[in-house]
C-alpha cells in the first residue's frame, strides 16, 4: 500500500511524510512529494506532469528515497503522547522526492507507482495542484483602515494567476520601538527582531522554548516611539517578521483566498500610547463582561480529585488547614465518553441524543458520584463554587457504545459536525487528527443549531445539579485548511474561530441557565475577549516554566484577556520545590485568577497534588502550609479591590494586570525589567522567579510608592534592592491609596 494525502494532516509545525510541501507550489522553490508505503513496497516513484501557461507540456518519472516517518508532529514528552509515539513506531515507512517548482501558474498533475519484490504494482490515484509565484502587488491590495502605515511598494502577493494565496507587506520601525502583545505569548514581552506566527496551537508544555501558543493574535502594540499598534483582519493565519530580517521593518505575510487583483487583506490601524490602541482594538473585537467578585478568590482542582468522596475531603481539608478557597474545578467527574453524566451513573439511553435531566440518572450509593446535587448543594452552603471539565469532542476509541454511541450517531443525522472532504471530495465527519483523542468527531460550536445541541446536553447540569461553570479544555483539535463548517468556511479560516465560539456556547447556556458565563479555557484568538476566563495550558514544574508563564500573562493582557492565571508552580512532572511553590504561590496571589491544578499520576505514591498540605509533606518544608494560608488569606482581603478594579478595567481598557509599558511608554525599565506590572490603579507588583534569591532588584515606576509590608515611602522611578524572604513578594501601593490598602496588607 502507498498513501499520499496532498494537504497533510495539517499539523502547522511539522510536514507529514505522506504529504505535498508547500502546499501550495512556488514557482522556483522547492516542492517535496512524499508517501506512506507499507514494507512490502520496495521501491516509490512519481509519475510527474506539468503543464506551463502557454500550455507547453513535460512528463518525468523522478525515484523517490526513502525517508524516516513523520506525522502529525508527534513527539515523547509523556502523559498522553507516548501512546501516540507508539503507535508512530510501528507504522510504514517514508518515501520522498524533491525538486524546483515549474513556472508560475503551471498546472501539476502527478500519481506514485510502487513497486514490490514479486514484480507488483500499486498505483495512487492522481492528484493536480497549480504553481504560484510572488509578484509585487499595488498598495490598494491591503486595505487599511485608520492612519495606514504600510510601506509604499512594498506589498507583494502569491498567485497562481486566479486566486491569490498569501499577501505580504511591510511596515516601518524607527529606531527605540518595541513590539509586543499577539495575544498570549510565553518567551518575552518584547518581540522585536524576532519571528512567530498566529495559529491556535496545542503545545504541551515549554511553549516558551518552542513559541507556540494556544491563544494568539494578530494584533501588536508598537510602543516606545509616536505610539501605534495594528490589527489584521484575519483569522486565518499570519506570520510577522519583526526586524529580523530588516531592523527597519515588520513584516507581515498571511494567507487568504482572493481572487487576483481583489482586496487581499485588511489591516486595522491605531494611533496613540497603549491604552488608547487597546481600546480601538476592543471595540472591534469585543470586551470582556463583569464576572462575579467570586472569580478572584482561590481555585482549587487536582486530576485525581475523581470522586465525590475525594472532593469533599479536599474541601474540607481546606477548612481544617484554614485555607480559603472560593472554586473547585473536577476534571475527572464524568464517564469519560459522553462528558454529560457522571461516572457510575445508570440511566437509559437516548437512542436520539435527546438531552437527560436529572431525575433520568440514579446514582449507586457505592459509585463515584452517589450524590452530585447534595455535594454541590453542600460546597455553595461553604461558599464554594463548582466547576466541570469539559472537551469539545465525541470520542471514537474505544469504539462508543450506550450514549457516546447514540450521540455519535444522532450528531452525524443532525448534521452538526465539521467535516471533511473524502479522497473523491465528497465531505464526511472530521476525524482528530491530533494526539488527544485521536480519531473523535468534533462538533460545529461556531454555528447557533450546533452549539444548542451540544450545549443542551449540559443544561441539567448547570440547572439542576448547580454547577457553576465548565473548564473549556481543549478547543485546539480543528486542524486542516480542507475542513468544512456548517456555514461554508474552510478550515484555514475557521479553525481559529473555534475555541472562541466553544466558549461562548458555554457562556450562553450559563446566562440562560440563570448563571454567569463562566468557562476556564486554555485556548482562544481574537475575540476571546469577550468569553469567560483562561489559564496558560499545561507546564511542568519548574523556574522557567513560572517564568513563561509571566510573560504569558502580561501579553494575554496587553491584548485584551482580563481573567487569566495559571497552574501555580505548574501542575505536570514532579512536584515544585517549596521555595518555587511558595514563589510561585505569592506571585499568583496578584494576578487576576489564582489556582493550583495537578495531572494525574494514576495514584501513585508518593501523591503529586499540589495542595499545600501535600506540598508541605513531601518536601519537609514546615514554611509551606503557613506561608501559603497566608497568602490565601491576603487574597481573599483583595478581593474587593480586584472586583472594583476589573469593573474600571472594562470601563477604560486599562489591562488590571498591566505590563509597565501602559502607563508609562517611553520608560527603559519597562523592557529592562519587563516581568514586573501593575495590579489595577494601585499596586505594583515585582514578583521573585530566581531560585536562591534572597535580594531582589524593582525597578519602580514613577510616582510616590509604599512597601505594602513595611509601610516604607519610597520615590518612584528608582532601582531599589529588596529584601525577599521567603513569605514577601515586593509589592508597592501608590501612596494615595495607602489609607485604603494598608489595611489589607496589616493583616498579613
Do not use: C
Amino acid at each position: 500500500m502507498i498513501r499520499h494525502r496532498p494537504l497533510g494532516s495539517g499539523h502547522p509545525y511539522s510536514i507529514d511524510t505522506e504529504q505535498r510541501w508547500p502546499l501550495d507550489p512556488v514557482a522556483g522553490e522547492p516542492l517535496r512529494l512524499g508517501v506512506r508505503a507499507t514494507p512490502d513496497v520496495e521501491s516509490v516513484e512519481v509519475e510527474l506532469e506539468t503543464t506551463d501557461a502557454a500550455g507547453s507540456r513535460r512528463t518525468e518519472r523522478l525515484p523517490l528515497a526513502r525517508v524516516a516517518r513523520t506525522s502529525r508532529g508527534q513527539t515523547v514528552d509523556g502523559g498522553h503522547l507516548a501512546s501516540a509515539q507508539a503507535r508512530l513506531a510501528r507504522s510504514a515507512g517514508g518515501w520522498a522526492v524533491e525538486f524546483p517548482a515549474p513556472e508560475a501558474h503551471s498546472a501539476i498533475r502527478y500519481r506514485f507507482v510502487g513497486r514490490t519484490p514479486d514484480g507488483g504494482m500499486q498505483r495512487t490515484r492522481r492528484f493536480e495542484t497549480v504553481a504560484s509565484g510572488w509578484r509585487d502587488a499595488p498598495d490598494h491590495v491591503v486595505a487599511t483602515a485608520g492612519a495606514s502605515r504600510v510601506i509604499p511598494g512594498s506589498v507583494q502577493v502569491l498567485t497562481d494567476g486566479v486566486r491569490v494565496r498569501r499577501i505580504r507587506f511591510a511596515l516601518p520601525l524607527a529606531d527605540g520601538e518595541h513590539v509586543t502583545g499577539f495575544g498570549e505569548r510565553f518567551d518575552a514581552l518584547d518581540h522585536r527582531g524576532a519571528e512567530l506566527d498566529s495559529v491556535v496551537f496545542e503545545q504541551y508544555k515549554s511553549q516558551g522554548a518552542e513559541r507556540k501558543t494556544y491563544l494568539p493574535m494578530p494584533f501588536a502594540h508598537v510602543v516606545g516611539g509616536e505610539g501605534w499598534g495594528f490589527h489584521v483582519r484575519t483569522s486565518r493565519r499570519v506570520w510577522f517578521d519583526l526586524g529580523a530580517s530588516d531592523p527597519d521593518r515588520l513584516v507581515v505575510e498571511a494567507e487568504t483566498d482572493a481572487a487576483a487583483g481583489d482586496t487581499a487583506a485588511t489591516v486595522a490601524f491605531y494611533d496613540g500610547e497603549p491604552r488608547a490602541v487597546l481600546d480601538a482594538f476592543l471595540d472591534e473585537v469585543g470586551r470582556p463582561e463583569e464576572l462575579p467578585e467570586w472569580v478572584f478568590r482561590l481555585w482549587a482542582s487536582g486530576n485525581e480529585w475523581n470522586t465525590q468522596a475525594e472532593v469533599v475531603r479536599q474541601m474540607d481539608l481546606h477548612r481544617e488547614h484554614d485555607v480559603p478557597v472560593g472554586s473547585v474545578v473536577i476534571e475527572a467527574w464524568s464517564d469519560e465518553r459522553t462528558f454529560t453524566a457522571f461516572r457510575d451513573a445508570r440511566y437509559e439511553v437516548t437512542e436520539d441524543g435527546a438531552p437527560h435531566r436529572l431525575a433520568d440518572f440514579e446514582f449507586p450509593a457505592d459509585g463515584a458520584w452517589p450524590d452530585p446535587k447534595g455535594m454541590v448543594d453542600d460546597l455553595h452552603e461553604r461558599d464554594i463554587r463548582v466547576h466541570l471539565w469539559q472537551i469539545p469532542l465525541l470520542k471514537a476509541r474505544p469504539h462508543p457504545t450506550g450514549q457516546a454511541r447514540a450521540d455519535a450517531i444522532a450528531a452525524e443525522r443532525e448534521g452538526v459536525l465539521i467535516r471533511e472532504p473524502d479522497a473523491r471530495g465528497e465531505l464526511r465527519p472530521y476525524r482528530n487528527r491530533g494526539w488527544w483523542f485521536p480519531l473523535s468527531t468534533m462538533p460545529d460550536l461556531t454555528d447557533e443549531r450546533a452549539a444548542r445541541w451540544w450545549t443542551e446536553k449540559r443544561r441539567y447540569l448547570a440547572e439542576e445539579v448547580g454547577i457553576d461553570g465548565f473548564k473549556t479544555d481543549g478547543g485546539e483539535h480543528a486542524w486542516g485548511r480542507e475542513l468544512a463548517y456548517l456555514d461554508g468556511t474552510r478550515g484555514d479560516e475557521g479553525n481559529n474561530r473555534f475555541p472562541v465560539a466553544y466558549a461562548k456556547a458555554y457562556g450562553d447556556l450559563l446566562r440562560s441557565a440563570g448563571k454567569a458565563p463562566v468557562t476556564f479555557s486554555r485556548a482562544g484568538f481574537t475575540g476571546s475577549q469577550a468569553h469567560g476566563a483562561f489559564w496558560a495550558g499545561d507546564e511542568n514544574s519548574t523556574w522557567e516554566a513560572f517564568r513563561w508563564s509571566m510573560f504569558a500573562g502580561l501579553s494575554a493582557a496587553a491584548s485584551g484577556i482580563l481573567y487569566w492565571g495559571w497552574d501555580l508552580a505548574g501542575f505536570s512532572g514532579p512536584l515544585p520545590s517549596a521555595e518555587l511553590y511558595l514563589r510561585a504561590t505569592a506571585a499568583s496571589t496578584f494576578v487576576p485568577i489564582m489556582q493550583y491544578h495537578s495531572e494525574f499520576n494514576h495514584h501513585r505514591r508518593p501523591v503529586r497534588d499540589r495542595t499545600p498540605w501535600n506540598i508541605a509533606e513531601q518536601t519537609g518544608d514546615d514554611r509551606v502550609l503557613p506561608v501559603f494560608r497566608a497568602f490565601a488569606h491576603l487574597r481573599e482581603r483583595l478581593v474587593p479591590y480586584l472586583a472594583a478594579e476589573a469593573a474600571e478595567s472594562i470601563r477604560t481598557s486599562a489591562p488590571l494586570m498591566r505590563p509597565v509599558y501602559f502607563d508609562h511608554p517611553t520608560l527603559e525599565t519597562a523592557w529592562s525589567h519587563p516581568l514586573q506590572w501593575f495590579l489595577g490603579r494601585d499596586l505594583f507588583v515585582s514578583p521573585v522567579l530566581m531560585e536562591g534569591e534572597t535580594m531582589h532588584e524593582v525597578a519602580l515606576p514613577p510616582g510616590e510608592w509604599v512597601d505594602a509590608w513595611t509601610g516604607e515611602r519610597r520615590d518612584g522611578d528608582a532601582i531599589l534592592r529588596v529584601e525577599v524572604p521567603i513569605d514577601r513578594i515586593p509589592v508597592f501601593v501608590r501612596a494615595a491609596a495607602w489609607p485604603a490598602l494598608g489595611e489589607v496588607f496589616a493583616q498579613s
